[in-house]
């Protein structure tokens, strides 16, 4: 991870949250608190709560990414003056043409994406022996 910290270029992804735009090099858009397992990347986030967090990584380069993967490493990173996170519904991002767009580590898509919520249920099928989901 580190060696691709050195050699990453950090493209500028104009990104609009709910229409304002916010450029960065670095976003994550997430519905949950968690990132990465245990670490909190939106303390603010709720899953019962129709809403996403979009964390804006203010300062690029592999010196700003390893002081805020320190930071979440820690749980300091909503105190982070380099890192935004301000709540959407709807997020757009465009950069270079065809970056890959991640979902939980796969790649899904390439720019320019849209995220954002959709009324749609989804359904899941899980063993009969799996503890009841938190939410109800």
Do not use: K
Not at 3 to 14: K, S
Not at 15 to 30: F, K, P, Q, W, Y
């Amino acid at each position: 991870m580190l060696r691709q910290l050195a050699v990453y270029r950090f493209p500028l992804l104009e990104v609009r949250v709910d229409g304002e735009r916010c450029d960065t090099s670095t976003l994550i858009v997430a519905r949950g608190r968690l990132y990465g397992g245990r670490f909190v990347l939106a303390p603010e986030a709720d899953q019962a709560v129709p809403q996403l967090h979009a964390a804006l990584f203010l300062r690029s380069g592999a010196p700003a990414m390893a002081a805020c993967l320190t930071a979440l490493a820690f749980g300091r990173l909503e105190r982070s003056a380099m890192v935004r996170i301000v709540p959407a519904q709807r997020v757009e991002v465009a950069g270079p043409p065809g970056d890959p767009v991640q979902g939980d580590g796969d790649i899904l898509a390439g720019l320019p994406a849209v995220i954002g919520l959709t009324e749609q249920e989804v359904h899941l099928a899980v063993p009969a022996h799996y503890p009841a989901p938190a939410l109800a």
